[in-house]
C-alpha cells in the first residue's frame, strides 16, 4: 500500500490515499473544517464507539411480530394472527400479512402454558404469491413438547424452516398443528422476527 498526504486534485485535501493518483479510492477528506469524510466504503475490526448521533440510509431493518392468542388448538392446522389475537382454521385479514418489502425470517418464538398432553408441534410458513391465491408452503419443522414444559420458550430458527425469504407484494402466513390435542384452552405468546430490505420494489402492480 502507497501512502499520500498533502492535496489530491484540485480540491480534496487526502491525510491517506490507497495509491498516489488524483482520483478518490480509499481515502480520508479533510478539506471540511468541521467534519472529515471517510471514503469510499468503511470497514472498523474491533468496536466502534460513537458519542453523537449516527445518521444516514438504512437498508436493512429488523421487525418483530406479536402472534399472541387464547384457545385450545386441539390437532388441526391453526393459522397465527398478525393484527390482533384472532387466530382461525383458515387466512382472513388477521391471519396474513402483506410484505411492504421483501421480508427473510429470522426466527420464531413460542410459550404456552398448562399442556396437559405431550405432542409433537409443526410450525410452518407459506406465502402467496401476488396474483394468485396459492398458499406456497417455505419451510416446515416439528419439534417434541412435554407435558412438563409448561411457561418454557421453543424457538424455531432459519436454518430449520429453509430459510424462507418472502418477496415484496405477498402475502405471509404461519401456522402450527399438534399431532394430539395438548389440553384445554390456554395463552400462546408467539414472536416472529424478519429482516426488511428497504431497497426492495414489488415486482408487479403500480408500486
Not at 99 to 114: G, I, S
Not at 144 to 156: K, L, P
Amino acid at each position: 500500500m502507497t501512502g499520500a498526504s498533502g492535496t489530491g486534485g484540485s480540491a480534496e485535501n487526502w491525510l491517506v490515499q490507497h495509491t498516489l493518483t488524483t482520483e478518490k479510492q480509499h481515502y480520508i477528506d479533510l478539506t471540511d473544517e468541521d467534519t472529515a469524510k471517510v471514503g469510499i466504503n468503511l470497514e472498523v475490526e474491533g468496536d466502534l464507539v460513537v458519542s453523537g448521533d449516527i445518521t444516514g440510509s438504512q437498508r436493512y431493518v429488523h421487525s418483530f411480530w406479536s402472534h399472541n392468542f387464547v384457545d385450545e388448538i386441539n390437532t388441526g392446522e391453526i393459522r397465527m394472527p398478525w393484527a390482533d389475537t384472532t387466530e382461525a382454521a383458515s387466512s382472513t385479514g388477521r391471519q396474513a400479512f402483506l410484505a411492504p418489502y421483501d421480508m427473510e425470517f429470522v426466527a420464531w418464538n413460542y410459550r404456552y402454558e398448562t399442556i396437559t398432553n405431550s405432542h409433537s408441534l409443526t410450525f410452518k410458513i407459506y406465502k402467496l404469491d401476488q396474483g394468485d391465491q396459492t398458499a406456497d408452503e417455505l419451510g416446515s419443522h416439528s419439534f417434541a413438547v412435554g407435558d412438563d414444559n409448561n411457561h418454557e420458550t421453543f424457538q424455531v430458527t432459519a436454518s430449520e424452516v429453509d430459510n424462507p425469504i418472502v418477496d415484496a407484494g405477498d402475502l405471509i402466513v404461519m401456522t402450527i398443528q399438534a399431532d394430539t390435542d395438548p389440553g384445554g384452552s390456554t395463552d400462546h405468546f408467539m414472536t416472529s422476527h424478519w429482516i426488511m430490505d428497504l431497497n426492495s420494489t414489488y415486482t408487479t402492480g403500480n408500486v
